[in-house]
């Protein structure tokens, strides 16, 4: 069997490869739709943590490292993805957390033992998984609860047939491209 490979496309890291987990359990994020949100947001990741939901190969915390944020943290349930996850960082700095959790939980855990500001890039499996027909209204709760958090920025990677209030709790819809099947709704917290 063939291994595929994900790209760091830019930043100090650019060019280094990643190993991509089994497309059974993961769903790697498009290099136009990456190349997106990096484009958009890279120049405002000075000190910030970039914290990566349902991180299969962990594309995005590397890139966004890559890209000068301070520290990344990467969850992944699935425990042979999280091999190739932990793998991946390990390759790359140690700058790069892999964390074997379901992500919902250990948000919250991680949140309490840092003050830095944040950024989240949910890219849940869309509907590859058994059991995540109700994903999206776990990320939309897992939103509202960050509201005494110190967020920047939620990204959320999802099906372009999902739609998002203007609001989440405290968080407010700022930005909503769609690329194809897959669409990137951006969220900030109103001061």
Known sequence: MNKLFA?????????????IPS????????????????????????NKIFIEMFAGSGVMAAEALSNG??????????????EIL????KSISSDLIAINSDCFNGLQALLKENNDEFIIYF??????R???????????????????HNAFLVA????????????????????????GKTSMTYFKKEI
Do not use: M, W
């Not at 520290?71 to 425990?79: H, I, S």
């Not at 890219?123 to 590859?128: A, Q, R, T, V, Y």
């Not at 203007?166 to 690329?179: W, Y």
């Open 123 to 128: 890219d849940p499996p869309f509907d590859i």
């Open 23 to 46: 497309k059974t359990t993961t769903r790697s994020t498009k290099s136009l739709v990456k190349s997106s949100f990096f484009d958009t947001f890279r120049f405002e990741f000075a």
């Open 86 to 89: 932990k793998s991946n960082f």
């Open 69 to 82: 944020v301070k520290k990344c943290y990467g969850f992944e349930k699935d425990k042979a993805a999280f």
């Open 7 to 19: 790209q760091i496309n830019s930043g100090k890291f650019k060019g280094k490869k990643l190993l």
């Open 130 to 148: 058994d059991g995540y027909n109700d994903i999206y209204k776990k990320v939309c709760e897992t939103i509202k609860n960050l509201s005494n």
């Open 156 to 179: 959320i990677e999802h099906n372009s047939d999902v739609k998002f209030d203007g609001a989440i709790g405290k968080f407010k819809l700022f930005k909503s491209k769609k690329f």
